[in-house]
T-cell receptor
């Protein structure tokens, strides 16, 4: 049982480049989330998907787009990367929104030069 | 806006000590509170989840309590071990499905 998997583990981009972070879960969870973790700022929610086919903005959505491809997969896209998006990105999933334990992936360390 | 604070930010104790980590939150209208552990360079591992109607949860040497009315939670670790060294994060879930995290307590247990 792999849980929540994320690819890639590390990525370096130049300002203005685009990329997609991939996330998949094998726990048949309905809800999925994208967070970023920055020193001194803690973990902040970027976007979430309460169920397949729906997405909603979190606390810091600017500069990002998401796609809930199917129940298993939830991707995060940076269309034009900026140095302020240098961070560690975590994907998480839970059985249902709001009331259940969230399970986290191992993270993607992104550096934007 | 919900704010979550964890005190202390860092803690160093000798092996075998019992210790308490504190978490406070400003908006008591929460669905639940979760405690996580994060090892350096790794993701978060869920330790305990307390629903808003509960007062405490226990798992092995860990016990978490919740006082929703005063906006406080504590994580008690009994008989600490070097393997407990990690950053401990608390997070609260409000309406709208958002988890708000505290800044964490970095724990070092010395052999």
């Amino acid at each position: 049982n792999a849980g929540v998997t994320q690819t890639p583990k590390f990525q370096v981009l130049k300002t203005g480049q685009s990329m997609t972070l991939q996330c998949a879960q094998d726990m048949n969870h309905n809800s999925m989330y994208w967070y970023r973790q920055d020193p001194g700022m803690g973990l902040r929610l970027i976007y979430y998907s309460a169920s397949e086919g729906t997405t909603d903005k979190g606390e810091v959505p600017n500069g990002y787009n998401v796609s809930r491809l199917n129940k298993r997969e939830f991707s995060l896209r940076l269309e034009s990367a900026a140095p302020s998006q240098t961070s560690v990105y975590f994907c998480a999933s839970s059985a249902d929104k709001g009331t259940d334990t969230q399970y986290f992936g191992p993270g993607t360390r992104l550096t934007v030069l | 806006k919900q704010e979550v604070t964890q005190i202390p930010a860092a803690l160093s104790v000798p092996e075998g000590e019992n210790l308490v980590l504190n978490c406070s939150f400003t908006d008591s209208a929460i669905y639940n509170l979760q405690w996580f552990r994060q090892d350096p360079g790794k993701g978060l591992t869920s330790l305990l989840l307390i629903q808003s109607s509960q007062r405490e949860q226990t798992s092995g040497r860990l016990n978490a309590s919740l006082d929703k009315s005063s906006g406080r939670s504590t994580l008690y670790i009994a008989a600490s071990q070097p393997g407990d060294s990690a950053t401990y994060l608390c997070a609260v879930s409000n309406a709208g499905n958002m988890l708000t995290f505290g800044g964490g307590t970095r724990l070092m247990v010395k052999p």
